[in-house]
T-cell receptor
Framework: GAVVSQHPSWVICKSGTSVKIECRSL??????MFWYRQFPKQSLMLMAT?????????EQGVEKDKFLINHASLTLSTLTVTSAHPEDSSFYIC???????????FGPGTRLTVL | GENVEQHPSTLSVQEGDSAVIKCTYS??????FPWYKQELGKGPQLIID?????GEKKDQRIAVTLNKTAKHFSLHITETQPEDSAVYFC???????????????FGKGTLLTVNP
C-alpha cells in the first residue's frame, strides 16, 4: 500500500507552547488529507479534512483556531496545536487519499504529551 | 449521518482458530467498507476492503463478507497467529465520484488477542 509518514513520532511540550506535526504522502499525491485524534482504547475521531490549496473543513466541536491545518502541497499537510494544554495530550494520526478517492492510508501517528 | 456498530469489543482465540468480527451500518448510501488493523502505538493499517458490488473478498487468511440488504459486513481471519493480535476497526463510507470529502465512519474497534 501507499506510504504516509508523520513527524515527529512523539513530542513532549510545556503548557502554552505550540506544536507542529507534519504529514507526508511519500509515493502518491494526496488530494485529500484527514487529521484524527485518538484517546486510549477509543476509536479514531476525525478532526478535520483538507484539500490541497483549500481551507480545512473542521468537524463540529473542533476549534479551528486551536488546531491549525495547512495543506499547501499534494504531499504535505501540517497540524499545529496552538497554546497546547494537558487536555490536548493525545495520539494524532493523519490520513491521506489520492485522486481516485477510494483508499485512505494512515500515518504512524504522533504521540503528543503536554505537561 | 452514518453510524457503524462493531462487535465484539474484545475477542480472545487460540492460535490456529478462526476469528470473526461483525459490523453493521445505518446509511444505505455507504458502499465502501475497509478494515484496518492497529497495533499498539501505531497508525491503522488497511488490511482489506470491499465495495458494494461484491459480496465477498478474500486475501490469503483474511476475508470480508458484505450483506447490503441487511447492512452488515464481517471480517474473517482463519488460522490465527499471535501476530494477528491487534485492534481491528471496520469503517463505512459512500463511494461516489465527484469532489466531495466523503468521510469514513469507524466502528469502536475490536481488541483481538491470539493466545499461543
Amino acid at each position: 500500500g501507499a506510504v504516509v509518514s508523520q513527524h515527529p513520532s512523539w513530542v513532549i511540550c510545556k503548557s502554552g507552547t505550540s506544536v507542529k506535526i507534519e504529514c507526508r504522502s511519500l509515493d502518491f499525491q494526496a488530494t485529500t488529507m484527514f487529521w484524527y485524534r485518538q484517546f486510549p482504547k477509543q476509536s479514531l475521531m476525525l478532526m478535520a479534512t483538507s484539500n490541497e490549496g483549500s481551507k480545512a473543513t473542521y468537524e463540529q466541536g473542533v476549534e479551528k483556531d486551536k488546531f491549525l491545518i495547512n495543506h499547501a502541497s499534494l504531499t504535505l499537510s501540517t497540524l499545529t496545536v496552538t497554546s497546547a494544554h494537558p487536555e490536548d495530550s493525545s495520539f494524532y494520526i493523519c490520513s491521506a487519499r489520492g485522486a481516485a478517492k477510494v483508499v485512505q492510508f494512515f500515518g504512524p501517528g504522533t504521540r503528543l504529551t503536554v505537561l | 449521518g452514518e453510524n457503524v456498530e462493531q462487535h465484539p469489543s474484545t475477542l480472545s482465540v487460540q492460535e490456529g482458530d478462526s476469528a470473526v468480527i461483525k459490523c453493521t451500518y445505518s446509511d444505505s448510501a455507504s458502499n465502501y467498507f475497509p478494515w484496518y488493523k492497529q497495533e499498539l502505538g501505531k497508525g491503522p493499517q488497511l488490511i482489506i476492503d470491499i465495495r458494494s458490488n461484491v459480496g465477498e473478498k478474500k486475501d490469503q487468511r483474511i476475508a470480508v463478507t458484505l450483506n447490503k440488504t441487511a447492512k452488515h459486513f464481517s471480517l474473517h481471519i482463519t488460522e490465527t497467529q499471535p501476530e494477528d493480535s491487534a485492534v481491528y476497526f471496520c469503517a463505512a463510507r459512500p463511494l461516489l465520484s465527484g469532489g466531495s470529502n466523503y468521510k469514513l465512519t469507524f466502528g469502536k474497534g475490536t481488541l483481538l488477542t491470539v493466545n499461543p
